[in-house]
């Protein structure tokens, strides 16, 4: 009887010792967004609801940005990935405490910001907000952008009347007549004015000098993290094309998702639906994969930094991003 409990007890810890061994322990991993939860956003939130992450073998928490930015978090290793941009990072990038932060995917492929206005009243091109009023961060790299077009298009930045930005509503800013001209992102705020029904003239900073094609937004992953697991870094970032990939083709279904997740855009269905269409075309766009960098255009726009002064020093032109990490 005692052998027979011996043995018993010996397969009870060998087959207890397998099972253990067989089981997929999930990696931790936060990223923190840039922003409420929104369309740029969607595939984080479809990857995580159609198990992308947990078939990769992560529990993902999705956190909301401190007063900081979501770059001062990632950076601290308190969250492994975040959402940023690429003319934000910049001046992360210099100086003797550059954080320690790369970005390993592009969320979408083109720069889609520009600038809008009420429709017919000649700010169609960039030579069109001279006299006009502008709602203004009052941002050295947002001043020479626009002046940098103007000149193109032979108009003087001098002759614009700068407002303090304190526009929240794109639609009710232009509607009140309290400014004329916005830089906005198209696939939110561009798309809200349509749904709002307000007719505007619209031009794309990157349509007038590619070298505004630069990458907004992107994922930014924290180095020593990356360095330590980059078979997890993978993991992760193939997950997320996957929940991108989605979007792309099922723009509809991805937005309910969106919605799922954060509650509180329901009452902005339609600007949800609209937009998520349109990113759909944006995501991914002409590039041979989902949150791929091309070296020429992120080296470009540092250039034109360098170029004009626009940074504290010089940044390292070719600094800052990854496309190891991407499924190939």
Known sequence: MKRAITLLLSFVLIFGLVGCVGEKKEEDVTIVLDWAPNTNHTGIF?????????????????VQPPEGGAEALVASGKAQFG??????????????????VTAVAAVIQHNTSGIISRKGEGMNTPKGLEGKKYATW?????KAT???VMKADGGNFDLVELIPSTVTDEVSALKSNSVDAIWIFYGWAGVACEVAGLQTDYFEFADIDPVFD?????IIGNDQWLEE?????????????K?????????????????????????NSELVYKSQEYLAKEYKSDASRWGEFDGKRWSAFYSWLNENDLLE????????FTNKYLPS
């Open 46 to 62: 479809v990857a995580e609801a159609k198990g992308y992450f947990k078939e990769a073998g992560i529990n993902v928490k999705v």
């Open 83 to 100: 959402v940023s941009f690429q003319d934000s990072l910049a001046p992360a990038f210099i100086g003797n405490e550059k954080l320690p």
């Open 138 to 142: 009052d941002m050295d790299v947002e």
């Open 146 to 148: 626009i002046r940098d």
């Open 214 to 218: 630069y990458y907004t937004p992107v």
């Open 229 to 241: 697991n980059p078979e997890k870094a993978k993991a992760f970032v193939s997950a997320l094309s």
């Open 243 to 267: 929940g991108y990939t989605y979007a792309i083709e099922n723009p509809k279904d991805a937005a309910d998702i969106l919605m799922e997740a954060a509650p509180e855009l329901k009452s």
């Open 313 to 320: 020093e010089d940044i390292d032109i070719n600094h800052g």
